[in-house]
Nanobody, 116 residues
Framework: QVQLVESGGGLVQAGGSLRLSCAAS????????MGWFRQAPGKEREIVAS????????YYLDSVKGRFTISRDNAKNTVYLKMNNLTPEDTAVYYC?????????WGQGTQVTVSS
């Protein structure tokens, strides 16, 4: 059974930092693309960042470029999202997603709240 377990969310003041982790289990994910999405109240879910299985290709939402860094540890089946200089606009539930050509898995989400 595949499971994605996110951690690291919480309440932080504007300008602060958090690091999200997503540990995947149930199979080997070394060849999967791993990514982070977020959904704020009343808004659609959007992709924040993703990294390919070799870790050599990354994507970032324009509004987080230069502030967020995605990385992965294939030995641990874990993807991370380091978030610096957080703003209230980053407040959302953050979801981990792991995909291949025929698989698509989501985590349960972790709340990130940034106070002004």
């Amino acid at each position: 059974q595949v499971q994605l377990v996110e951690s690291g969310g919480g309440l932080v003041q504007a300008g602060g930092s958090l690091r999200l982790s997503c540990a995947a289990s149930g199979r080997t994910f070394s060849t999967y693309t791993m990514g982070w999405f977020r959904q704020a109240p009343g808004k659609e879910r959007e992709i924040v960042a993703s990294v390919t299985w070799k870790g050599n290709t990354t994507y970032y939402l324009d509004s987080v470029k230069g502030r967020f860094t995605i990385s992965r540890d294939n030995a641990k089946n874990t993807v991370y999202l380091k978030m610096n200089n957080l703003t209230p606009e980053d407040t959302a539930v953050y979801y981990c997603r792991v995909t291949s050509w025929n698989d698509d898995y989501w985590g349960q989400g972790t709340q990130v709240t940034v106070s002004s």
